[in-house]
């Protein structure tokens, strides 16, 4: 059965940094487009980021509001993800989810919390 | 960016009957080489990750219940439940991939009456 399990959230002040991870298992994931795609506390859904597979290009996308503070990587022999997360803002609170998908979010993971505040 | 505006924002139907959610795009999210909408439909349970239900504005996704359909095209869709069931109960968020980045609509929450 494909799965996402998303690990790395916790508690940070602002301007601190935090790095998510994100496994996934049950699906070729090299061959995989894999996103981050947020949920601030009472809100709705906000996509992040996004990393293309290596056999096409392994290149990066980033919403404006992360673009600068926000790294996307990918580790395909560890069938992994991770997302680096600098300068984070209070505004940067939210459930962090892990999906993969061309731009649409076909498998998400259970997400992991990401809580900004001094 | 792309705006998508949902609409009603809350709906209450009563089991078994139907609920439809609209999703007006600020501009097309039709691709004219190969006349498909880019346009998905999520579902947000409670106490659950969203679940993804349609692509191409129509197409639903393995598993999904024939009672969800999606129709639409350019820059007006719908999602239609129905037979609605206690565990239709969600909010459910239209998304556009036409261009980045890909943008959500703001959600409408369904209830049962």
């Known amino acids: 059965e494909a799965q996402l399990v998303e690990s790395g959230g916790g508690l940070v002040k602002p301007g601190g940094s935090l790095r998510l991870s994100c496994a996934g298992s049950?699906?070729?994931?090299?061959?995989?487009?894999m996103n981050w795609v947020r949920q601030a506390p009472g809100k709705g859904l906000e996509w992040v980021a996004q990393?293309?597979?290596?056999?096409?290009?392994?290149?990066?996308d980033y919403v404006a509001a992360v673009k600068g503070r926000f790294t996307l990587s990918r580790d395909d022999s560890k069938n992994t993800v991770f997302l680096q997360m600098n300068s984070l803002r209070i505004e940067d609170t939210a459930m962090y989810y892990c999906?993969?998908?061309?731009?649409?979010?076909?498998?998400w993971g259970q997400g992991t919390l990401v809580a900004v505040s001094s | 960016d792309i705006v998508l505006t949902q609409s009603p924002e809350f709906l209450s139907v009563s089991l078994g009957e139907r609920a439809t959610i609209e999703c007006k795009s600020s501009?097309?999210?039709?691709?004219?080489?190969?006349?498909?909408?880019?346009l998905a439909w999520y579902q947000h349970r409670p106490g659950h990750p969203p679940k993804f239900l349609i692509r191409?504005?129509?197409a639903r996704d393995y598993g999904v219940p024939d009672r969800f359909s999606g129709n639409g095209s350019g820059t007006d869709f719908t999602l239609t439940i129905s037979n609605l069931q206690a565990e239709d109960v969600a909010v459910y968020y239209c998304?556009?991939?036409?261009?980045?980045?890909?943008?959500f609509g703001q959600g409408t929450k369904l209830e049962i009456k």
């Open positions: 999906t993969t998908g061309p731009r649409i979010s076909i498998l």
């Open positions: 049950g699906f070729t994931f090299p061959n995989s487009w």
């Open positions: 990393i293309k597979p290596q056999a096409d290009g392994g290149s990066t």
């Open positions: 501009q097309t999210v039709l691709y004219n080489s190969n006349n498909k909408n880019f």
């Open positions: 191409w504005a129509s």
């Open positions: 998304q556009q991939y036409y261009a980045s980045p890909p943008t």
